[in-house]
T-cell receptor, first 117, second 110 residues
Framework: NAGVTQTPKFRVLKTGQSMTLLCAQDMNHEYMYWYRQDPGMGLRLIHYSVGEGTTAKGEVPDGYNVSRLKKQNFLLGLESAAPSQTSVYFC????????????????FGPGTRLTVT | KQEVTQIPAALSVPEGENLVLNCSFTDSAIYNLQWFRQDPGKGLTSLLLIQSSQREQTSGRLNASLDKSSGRSTLYIAASQPGDSATYLCAVNTGNQFYFGTGTSLTVIP
């Protein structure tokens, strides 16, 4: 199992350019997440998905869009990149722990370092 | 809104010392709390997950405790080693969302 993989690992964009980050998981997890990590801010949830074809906003969704067309893939799009979106982006997936109530353990990808100039 | 705090932000200890990392959260309505390790330039690796009904979890030299009513968790590392040097993050699960602390950067000096 590859676990959670992210493509690309590094990217430099100019302000106004667009790009898509790809996250793939081979663990058949229902839930997937996109986070950004900034110094002194911790990880903040951008968007998440509770299943194929569904997405929802997290804590900091502005400027990003997502799609979950296939269960194993979760795409994060930046339509018009801004310097404030310079960050490290992490994808995660999770499955419900069979304890009788919602309980999820997360598995993370290696991250994508994005710089917007 | 759930807020998660980790103190101290950085910690430096000599090899072999036992140490405690702290995590506090403002809303006790959580399903579980997860401790992660993050090495520089890498992703997060899950260390321990404590369900809301549990008081503690152990894995090797690591022991995590949870006091949900007071909004606190601790990660105890026994007999620290230089390989334990990393940033340790805690995260609380409120259902569909997770809230992370800013981490404690640990350096174990040989």
């Amino acid at each position: 199992n590859a676990g959670v993989t992210q493509t690309p690992k590094f990217r430099v964009l100019k302000t106004g350019q667009s790009m898509t980050l790809l996250c793939a998981q081979d663990m058949n997890h229902e839930y997937m997440y996109w986070y950004r990590q900034d110094p002194g801010m911790g990880l903040r949830l951008i968007h998440y998905s509770v299943g194929e074809g569904t997405t929802a906003k997290g804590e900091v969704p502005d400027g990003y869009n997502v799609s979950r067309l296939k269960k194993q893939n979760f795409l994060l799009g930046l339509e018009s990149a801004a310097p404030s979106q310079t960050s490290v982006y992490f994808c995660a997936s999770s499955y419900p722990i069979p304890t009788g109530f919602p309980n999820y353990e997360q598995y993370f990808g290696p991250g994508t370092r994005l710089t917007v100039t | 809104k759930q807020e998660v705090t980790q103190i101290p932000a950085a910690l430096s200890v000599p090899e072999g010392e036992n140490l405690v990392l702290n995590c506090s959260f403002t809303d006790s309505a959580i399903y579980n709390l997860q401790w992660f390790r993050q090495d520089p330039g890498k992703g997060l690796t899950s260390l321990l997950l404590i369900q809301s009904s549990q008081r503690e979890q152990t894995s090797g030299r690591l022991n995590a405790s949870l006091d949900k009513s007071s909004g606190r968790s601790t990660l105890y590392i026994a007999a620290s080693q230089p390989g334990d040097s990393a940033t340790y993050l805690c995260a609380v699960n409120t259902g569909n969302q997770f809230y992370f602390g800013t981490g404690t950067s640990l350096t174990v000096i040989p």
